[in-house]
């Protein structure tokens, strides 16, 4: 592949809630080293850096997540490290990162990567990422990657592309994407499996600096001022010009303020083994598991158990004659739940928030 400008962008400053109580607003999830040695941000940067390298990285996220990047990754150079003013959603953090490249070098292709995804097939996973920067070089378009769906799920939102329209670019086949879906109901995503027309949604993208730029121009004139806005800021050195401009984008994610409404969008499948690593039960389909479908991290004994997690280092559990539970003890709280409702963590974290008493456990 000839030699483009390539950068990419990691979004690094999710809150993870899910993850509680392991995964705290001190602590989120992409900190955590829950699919492998090493703490997730740190595998995403590391199966990277064969492609693009190290100094042309982006990490995002907000100023206490970056100072905790840059205790992990010490040898990227300052400015690979870009602080969100405030915590606005992709939308904003992206039109930041991207009008930072976009003042660099406008025709320079911009790899959007999530810190806390899991990636099985890494090779895999380069040689599709590497036809979608040559895809985004070439085409006036924005690029993502579907996942093919394995099951209904109704926890993802949803990709419908068109497969009669498919064209090879640089090792891979991209489709015109038709429509993004919210996360459906069983129903719907039974339908969206069966016909064979819709991935999952990954989270990823690639596009030039400059067809983003023009994408936003053409959906909405409120992101074409709020683009406007940050470059100028930008160009005026950051400080409280680039807060005022920030504070003003839109608080949206990147999907609905931009993917769901821009002609044009690609999409290639993103068969390589991936994982959002969503919620606790999540793991039971990455970590080793016994005879019965347990997992564990800790020392464990199970007895007439059955698909059950635990998270446990250091200590030794028992259990008894029970099925389908999360339990994870994190020093000063534990957490036992149905593997099937391990989703309402996240109300759990929050009512915590709301408690004066208990809100020293979030």
């Not at 003042?103 to 040689?127: G, S, T, Y």
């Not at 005026?236 to 999907?255: T, V, Y």
């Not at 970590?287 to 019965?292: A, Q, T």
Request: aromatic fraction near 8%.
């Amino acid at each position: 592949m000839k030699a483009r400008d390539v950068r990419a962008v990691i979004l690094a400053g999710g809150r993870g809630t899910r993850f509680w109580p392991l995964g705290r607003a001190a602590r989120p999830k992409q900190f955590l080293r829950i699919t492998g040695r090493d703490p997730m941000l740190l595998e995403t940067v590391r199966r990277v850096r064969t492609l693009i390298p190290p100094r042309r990285f982006m990490l995002v996220a907000d100023a206490d997540q970056t100072r905790q990047a840059r205790k992990l990754l010490p040898r990227l150079p300052k400015d690979c490290f870009l602080v969100e003013p405030a915590a606005r959603n992709t939308a904003p953090a992206l039109m930041l990162a991207t009008a930072r490249v976009w003042l660099d070098d406008p025709e320079a292709v911009v790899a959007v990567l999530p810190a806390d995804h899991l990636i099985r097939d890494e090779a895999r996973f380069l040689r599709t990422l590497r036809a979608g920067i040559e895809a985004a070089a070439r085409e006036n378009a924005l690029v993502t990657f579907g996942i093919p769906p394995t099951y209904p799920a109704t926890g993802y939102g949803y990709i419908r592309h068109d497969r009669e329209k498919g064209r090879r670019i640089g090792g891979a086949v991209f489709y015109p994407v038709r429509a993004f879906k919210e996360k459906p109901n069983l129903a719907q995503a039974d339908e969206y499996l069966a016909s064979g027309d819709y991935a999952w949604n990954s989270g990823m993208f690639v596009w030039r600096a400059g067809v983003f730029a023009e994408k936003l121009a053409a959906v909405s004139p409120e992101l074409e001022r709020a683009w406007k806005a940050i470059v100028e800021a930008l160009r005026s050195g950051g400080g409280p010009k680039l807060r005022k401009a920030f504070a003003a984008a839109p608080a949206l994610s990147i999907d609905y303020a931009l993917m769901e409404k821009a002609e044009g969008v690609l999409v290639a499948d993103g068969d390589f083994g991936w994982s959002d690593v969503g919620a606790w039960s999540t793991l039971l389909e990455i970590w080793p598991r016994d005879r019965k479908g347990n997992a564990a991290r800790g020392e464990t004994l199970a007895l007439d158990a059955k698909g059950c997690l635990v998270w446990n280092p250091g200590r030794l559990t028992a259990l008894i004659g029970v099925r389908d539970l999360v339990v994870v003890e994190a020093g000063d709280a534990l957490l036992v739940c149905d593997a099937a409702l391990d989703q309402k963590v996240k109300d759990i974290v929050e009512a915590l928030k709301k408690s004066k008493r208990l809100r020293k456990y979030v």
